[in-house]
Structure formats: C-alpha cells, structure tokens
C-alpha cells in the first residue's frame, strides 16, 4: 500500500511548469495531460509535494480509472476499490468533481452513486451499518471525461494557493500559484534587477522571494492529509523540519514593488512579513508615470489592472503608455506582463513579443507577454536599486 498514484493538478497552460517542479523534487515517470500531471510515489511523498509543490493546484491521491458507461458500472468498480485503506472506521467523506462528454448525463447521480459505493464498501470492510463520521475529513473527487471516471482522494484540502501569508489582496488578486508560475516562466534569478511596477499587493514579488531564498510555500499551512491515520505523522514532521531547514539567509535581494496605491503598499509590507521575506522586497508607492530607471539588465514581472468598464479605458491606456516610455530603449530589461487585454503588443513599442503563453487567472483568460532583453555580461558588477537618484 506503500506505492501508490499521485496527480498534481494545475491550471491550463501550466503544465510544463508543475512537471519542472516535480522533476526538480526527483519524481520521474511523469504522465502529463491536460490539467494534470501524474507520478509515481509513496504515502512519504504527500507531505514533501504539498509543502514544495508551487505551481500546481491540489495534490490528488488517486484510487482508481476506469470507462464506465452505466450507473452500475459505476457502482461496482467503484466498490471494488480499497477505500478503507485510507477512509476511517470513523472519517467523513464527501464527494465532489465534474463531468465533460460523459454519457453519465446526471453527475449528481455519479456523485450520489459513488457515495454510496464506497459506504457499501466500508460497511463490508468495517463490519457495521452505520458511520458517526467525527474523524478526519476526505474529499473524493469523480472527474468524468470521455466516458473514463477518474477517483481520487484529495489530500491537501484547501487549494495550494493558499499559502497563509496573504491576509487581503485587490480586486481579482493574482492566485500565489500563478504568480510563482510567472516568476519560474522567467529570466529571472536572485542576482538580478526584479521590479513589479504596478505590484498591488505584492504577490509576484513575495513568491519571488520565496523562491530565491528557498522556502517552501506551503510550510506555514495545514492540509487535510496531515490527519490520516495511513499517512506517518514522522513523515509530516520530517518534511517540515527539512523544509525549515533548506531555507537560505537574506542575501541583498534586489527586489522592487510599486503601486499609485499607498494601502496596496501597505498590504504587500504586511503579506511580506507574514511570508517571512519582508526584509527582501522595497515597497514603496509611486505612480508607473513617475517611475524612472537608470540601471539596465533587469527584469520586469507585472499584472497591470485591466477593466471592462469603458471608464477604464483612459487609465489603461495611461498605463501602457508609461510602461512604453519607461522601457522602450532599455534594451537588456525582460518584461513580462499578464493581461487580459489583447491590445497590450500595440502600445509597447520595443519589439513584438518573443512569446506569448495563453493562461488563466482563475476564470479570466488572459495572456503572459514576453518581451526577452539583452543578457547581462558576466562580470557584471552588483546592481542597487534601480531608481536611485530618481528626482522626480
């Protein structure tokens, strides 16, 4: 029972980041498909993907896949598998998941069906009729697709975005696991220039820190998995404190947010903090239109406030222009910028973009424009806040 199934879920177009991550982790087989990334691992293996895992949504434990065609196909072959290897004698459950071409046309059927399916099971494993349910909570998950049900158990309970530093966020925030995908999509390493000129609340920043100075980004949340008997609370406990363990110092990160929003400011400052990497990004409120920059070979990582109000339109456009202005002839900065406006490649005059990656936020599609500067020559002396001596 050792071996088992492991699905990393992750939003489209990040697939490739989240197998780079478990690469990285030293897990190998990889089945990617979309939405997804399969792997090979052991019960010792949910507390060290959970905690590392940066890009992806949930960790899935899965139980079982297989066609099915009828509501009895549905039950039987969900009974026959070992739900009671991790489900307690006294554990609450709940079904949820989706359907997508299935010829199952009721899924609250599926999900009533599969309940009790693995009730049925429980009561043959367990010997008794009747379940108080006061134990650990598990979530199955049905995923219909083509007619395939695929199970699962999720083991980290609230998504993996939630990593508990960020205490409030703006309107539509940027999802932690996106912005770190942002980050891992980028140039950027921890010796180079990193600004986010229009940083809100600070996310792309912080999981930027975050990953310069190694910390796990789940280490400061719980998940659901930690209280299953089946899993070894030594395992938990040692991948925390290997977790604690790999962070490294501060190190003079050159990390830089600004925002016409002194509260936004304020925000990131305390979410920073709280990420324990308050001492590694200067926040400071200032408008894109003031910003000034007088070192070259840096990187740019950016989620500019994009409406659909025509009011909006104005300051948009306020926007992009100063962004132009700004970095137009600084020929060694990358800038990279998440939007959902497709109009953006108009107003930034450089150069058409060297890449463009479709993605969501969420339900918003939106589009990761990459725009890749001049590589900065190795002996390259270290650089200090790209801004300094900026009077205006």
């Known amino acids: 029972m050792n071996e088992i199934t492991l699905i990393a879920t992750a939003a489209f177009g990040l697939e490739k980041v989240v197998k780079n991550e478990l690469l990285a982790l030293g897990f190998e087989n990889l089945k990617v498909s979309e939405g997804k990334i399969e792997f090979e691992a052991t019960l010792a293996d949910i507390p060290r993907a959970n905690l590392w895992l940066r890009s992806a949504d949930r960790v899935l434990l899965k139980m079982g896949e297989f066609p099915v065609l009828t509501f009895d196909e549905l039950f039987e072959k969900t009974k026959a598998l070992p739900w009671e290897d991790f489900i307690t004698r006294d554990g609450k459950f709940d079904v949820n998941g989706k359907a997508v071409k299935s010829t199952l046309g009721s899924f609250r059927a599926c999900q009533s069906i599969v309940k009790k399916a693995v009730v049925e099971r429980l009561k043959e494993k ?3 009729e009747w379940f108080e349910e006061t134990g650990p909570e598990f979530t199955i998950l049905i995923s219909m697709l083509n007619d395939v049900a695929t199970l699962t158990i999720d083991t980290s309970g609230a998504g993996l975005h939630k990593r508990g530093y960020r205490e409030a966020g703006g309107e539509a925030p940027l999802k932690e696991t996106l912005a770190a995908a942002l980050v891992m999509l980028s140039f950027w390493d921890a010796d180079r220039i990193l600004i986010d000129p229009m940083c809100g609340s600070g996310t792309i920043l912080i999981e930027a820190a975050m990953i310069a100075r190694h910390i796990a980004p789940g280490l400061q949340r719980a998940f659901a998995s930690e209280k299953w008997p089946a899993i070894d609370e030594d395992d938990w406990s040692e991948s ?3 977790a604690r363990d790999a962070i490294i110092p501060v190190h003079n990160l050159q990390i830089y947010g600004y925002d016409i929003d002194v509260k936004s400011i304020e925000v990131g400052k305390n979410n920073a903090a ?17 910003l000034w920059i007088d070192k070259q070979y840096g990187i740019v990582i950016s989620n500019p406030p994009y409406g659909v109000r025509m009011s909006d339109f104005r300051d948009i456009n306020e926007i992009y222009i100063a962004l132009n202005k700004a970095f137009r002839k600084k020929r060694g900065w990358s800038l990279y910028i998440l939007t959902a406006d497709e109009l953006f490649p108009n107003y930034f005059k450089r150069a058409r973009p060297d890449r463009v990656r479709k993605l969501y936020n969420g339900n918003i599609k939106v589009n990761y424009y990459q725009y890749y500067g001049e590589r900065p020559p190795k002996d390259m002396p270290e650089q200090q806040d790209p801004t300094e001596g900026d009077d205006s």
């Open 274 to 290: 709280i990420a324990g990497v308050g001492d590694d990004i200067h926040f400071e409120q200032k408008d894109i239109r003031d």
């Open 240 to 242: 925390r404190l290997a």
């Open 126 to 128: 367990y010997k008794q």
